[in-house]
């Protein structure tokens, strides 16, 4: 103990400690370690980066909005006003992960996404559903594409399992969760999930504008990372789809069933080795796959069997790409050396991405484990910052990004607490809607009361 400790009186400086933490938590300030810790144990590595990753979302969110940027970078001429749609919905779990780890106190959390609901309550919407990007400070539509200047059917999913799963948590009778609970609710009943059926088809479409009308075109069939529409499509109450949609839309294609195996693991759906690992991260955020079946796969299976299949993939590294091995693994849509690219066993460039790895924990927490402790212990020098780790890297190419997205920051910190508690998962499929839309499409699983 130091001199100047010795001399203030061991109750004083309690209640001096206890007091600081209370203003930290009220302040929303979340403590930054740039700094490699050498001597954490597993569980403090874990809520260091669910902490730090953290950040993103709170101390970097748009200041009007409180939605979250896209990404923390300006490629590509994003700008300084360019918030994300679905990256928000990833957040917005962030936040509930945050308030129930006490970083941030529960009020201040409420009345953020308070604030946060309000703004959308006044955004640009599309029969209910927000385009990809807003502009965070006037809530206007920012075209992600030149036709694509419209609604998004599968970025406002994302933000809709969010804020479901947030209406769960903030269940306490004070006037901003009361309010927030509220306003959530409306939003939810606005989307008029059955107009993306485009006059009564049974498949789902991602796009529509009122510019460009149905011009994008793009109907969504599985599998793929918009599981979550579909359910949260039949889940609504005010504007539901049929069962049909899901298994005559979704459910047929030509890349929907596969059965084969690869690297000695059965693939039930999608693509040949799995696709890029976000397929197996994005709708589960909120959706628990323990257990969930439907008359097409078991979902554990699919996302725990491509996950293998993935890291298998870096292992036999066919390609020889330095840096590749059993702790540097995950191959995802990130940053690269080359641009933007959907990385996976099929589309291999060398590049590794930090949250395939780690949003992976559920299904691989071994491995994941593995894969953490060589990005932070080994690598932390070129990929931790002050929001957690960079979107991606090759040791080949001797690239680092300097980039963070949304997209990729978010699963990170959800899934891990998925991992260690299981929180998300409880919160959103406890939710009444979600367990009659789950019912109506067949599936099946120990969550379902």
Not at 48 to 69: C, E, G, I, K
Not at 118 to 136: E, S
């Amino acid at each position: 103990m130091s001199k100047y400790l010795k001399t203030i009186p061991l109750l004083p400086l309690l209640f001096l400690l206890t007091a600081a933490i209370a203003q930290q938590k009220q302040s929303g300030k979340i403590p930054v370690s740039i700094k490699i810790d050498k001597n954490l144990t597993d569980e403090q590595l874990l809520d260091l980066v669910q902490r730090q990753t953290f950040r993103y979302f709170w101390d970097f969110a748009h200041p009007v909005s409180n939605m979250a940027r896209e990404r923390s970078n300006k490629s590509f001429s994003y700008g300084h006003e360019v918030v994300t749609t679905g990256g928000t919905g990833f957040g917005v779990m962030a936040v509930v992960v945050a308030t129930e780890r006490q970083w941030i106190a529960r009020d201040t959390a409420a009345r953020f996404l308070l604030k946060m609901v309000k703004f959308l309550g006044k955004a640009d919407a599309y029969h209910g559903v927000f385009a990809h990007w807003l502009d965070g400070a006037t809530g206007k539509t920012i075209p992600f594409s030149r036709k694509d200047d419209g609604a998004d059917l599968v970025e406002s999913s994302f933000l809709f399992q969010g804020l479901l799963t947030a209406q769960r948590y903030f269940n306490a009778n004070t006037p901003a969760e009361n309010e927030l609970r509220g306003r959530i609710n409306s939003l939810w009943n606005d989307i008029e999930w059955d107009w993306f059926t485009r006059e009564g088809q049974d498949v789902l479409y991602w796009h529509w504008s009122p510019n460009n009308g149905w011009a994008m075109n793009f109907p969504l069939r599985g599998f793929n990372e918009a599981l979550i529409t579909y359910v949260l499509a039949a889940s609504s109450t005010r504007y539901p789809v049929p069962a049909s949609v899901y298994h005559n839309g979704w459910a047929q294609s030509n890349f929907f069933k596969n059965g084969r195996e690869f690297y000695g693991h059965k693939l039930p759906l999608g693509f040949d080795y799995g696709g890029p690992l976000f397929f197996s991260h994005y709708s589960f955020l909120g959706l628990d796959p323990r257990g969930l079946k439907d008359r097409y796969a078991d979902y554990w299976e699919q996302n725990r069997n491509h996950t293998l299949i993935n890291r298998a993939y870096v292992l036999e590294n066919p390609k020889k790409y330095k840096g590749y091995g059993a702790n540097s693994w995950g191959l995802t849509a990130s940053d690269s050396w080359q641009g933007y690219a959907a990385h996976s066993p099929t589309e291999d460039h060398g590049v590794i991405t930090p949250t395939a790895a780690l949003s992976a924990f559920p299904y691989t927490p071994e491995y994941s484990m593995q894969a953490l402790k060589h990005f932070y212990f080994d690598l932390g020098d070129k990929l931790w910052t002050e929001y957690g780790f960079v979107d991606a890297f090759s040791e080949h190419h001797n690239w680092y990004a300097k980039s963070h997205l949304a997209i990729d920051q978010g699963p990170i910190i959800v899934m891990i607490e998925n991992y260690r508690t299981g929180l998300l998962w409880k919160l959103f499929m406890s939710h009444p809607d979600v367990q009659g839309g789950l019912r109506k499409l067949g599936f099946t699983s120990p969550a379902l009361k």
